[in-house]
């Protein structure tokens, strides 16, 4: 199968699992109900990785299957200002130098963590089709020097809208780099290895602006023999690729494991650069966050196992008003922030303390 027809082979409704688990009548009910909220898909190949004898503490079990926690609606849908950000359809213009363009609501996979649940396998109305109109305002903004084309998942596009992309946005001179953000080396990798009309096309237009591909393996058990390969197409074709780890409860929240998943990626060629907080979002706040202390704790510990290579990373939380490094406790108890990327000219680089509740895992907009 070519990865489309594997892609239409994916779980999407709750009576399909019985295929892999026991589920009663009510328990099937109740699942639907939460995919009629937040829809579920997920490739057969992702569902491989999952220890089905023991499926409820499997870390890949926890980021695909929806769970009884993604009714508790505290949160927000936008914890990042996003709807803020859009200038025209499709493109978000935050911090100066980046656009950011939702070219797609579709994923191989449905992340049960999204940020973007208010939208991925939803609704287009926040996602892209006017690739001319972006670049053409791209192109008046000679401030921005790279995109990030995510979605979505940038790589869910054709080959021919990706192509598109980058006819449109290799000629704009002020640019240095293209970005593209997907998850497909982690749950659909044969969508890179066995595609070589995607690896021929990346290569070619690498040679004239430099690509990178961000993508997201949150623990060990998403490195598999599929995934290297996938990796090495993409380093074979040029391709810079780095990686963003969401820190979440039940996954990735020690630092042993966190600490083999950086190793792992530094080992196979991709960059670590950012360990997320995972943002307070309806559906996924009270189900994946940790406290920020606990965070800091974790992540330290993990960045103690690794080579010089693993230690580039960043722990920090996509705020409304920016990127905030979380840099650890002072003597007194509080804890010291920066902005690594401010939306406001008044917050760039600024050091900031602030005392944190028992449990906090986000800072509010008053900052």
Known sequence: MNWKEEVRTNITKASE???????????????????????????????SLINWDNPFTDPVFRMCIPSIEETDLSGDFDTSGEADNTVISGLQHKYSQTALILSTHRCAMYCRHCFRKRLVGISDDETADNIEEMAAYVSQHSEISNILISGGDAFLNSNQVIRRYLEQFCSIPHLDLIRFGTRTPVVLPMRIYDDPELL??????????????????NHPNEITHEARKAIKALLDSGIVVKNQTVLLKGVNDNSQTLGLLLKDLTRCGVIPYYIFQCRPVSGVKNQFQLPLKQGYEIVEAAKHLQNGQGKCIRYAMSHVTGKIEILGPMPDGQMLFKYHQAKYDRDKGRIFTKDLAPGQAWLDDSI
């Open 17 to 47: 699992l019985r295929e892999y688990m026991d589920l009663t009548d009510s328990q099937v009910e109740h699942l639907d109900r939460i995919l009629s909220q937040f829809p579920m898909t997920v490739t057969r190949y992702y569902l």
């Open 200 to 217: 021929a096309l990346l290569k070619t237009y690498t040679q004239k602006k430099q690509i990178y591909v961000v993508t997201q393996f």
